[in-house]
């Protein structure tokens, strides 16, 4: 057991696919896995060990912004022996050029967060995604026809600022969308010399405030969940 998670050492796959939201672990959980195991709710951050199409994959949440999804994945990459971490996520557009239900593959996340300088001594503003997952990701949308957006994502630190508009960081490196976890994930994997890739599907349109309803979230993820199973085989 680690400190946030009390699965016992092996009941955690090599292969992690990390939701923010606790209930959304267990959606993938219950409709996606076959022969499902909870295996930790320490701080109701439900994880859950089963396989897809006969491979080994678990489910589990980071929670909300760097510092939490910092925890998690650490502990998931240092304690468990956990080789690749896919987050799947929602983002904020920036952009109306950006649509609802847009799925990205973040090659790399910028943001204004100290949590790599400080854990690591890493400098610099932006993260890239390390090892194979986000190429088998983009390989297998393209086997199944599938059209996602690869590029920038700004990882905020903030949900809630005083300024309107796209913050500066976002314009300077060409930022379309925004979420809050992906810079600490990206830096975390690279310390430790493990895979990372980070799977978003526009949810909101930040300029025209056009949001995504509850039944429509459940199916736009359904499909983004699917192809980040998917490319698990693969790896």
Known sequence: MSVHISAKKGEIAPIVLMPGDPLRAKYIADNFLQDVKQVSSVRNALYFTGTYKGKAVSVGASGMGCPSIGIYSFELYNEYDVECIIRVGTCGAYTTDLKLFDII????AYSESTYALHAFGFTGEHMYHEGDAYETINE???????????????????FYRDKKG??????????????????????????????AATLLT?????????????????????EMMELALESVLNM
């Open 105 to 108: 593959n973040v090659e790399r």
């Open 140 to 158: 297998k949308a393209g086997e199944r026809g599938m059209t996602i957006i690869k590029g920038a994502i700004h990882s905020s630190d903030i």
């Open 166 to 195: 796209t913050p500066e960081i976002a314009v300077k490196n060409d930022c379309p969308a925004v979420e809050m976890e992906s810079f600490a994930l990206f830096a975390n994997a690279r310390y430790l010399k493990k895979s």
């Open 202 to 222: 526009v949810s909101d349109i930040i300029p025209t405030h056009e949001q995504m309803s509850s039944a429509d979230r459940e199916k736009a993820l359904k």
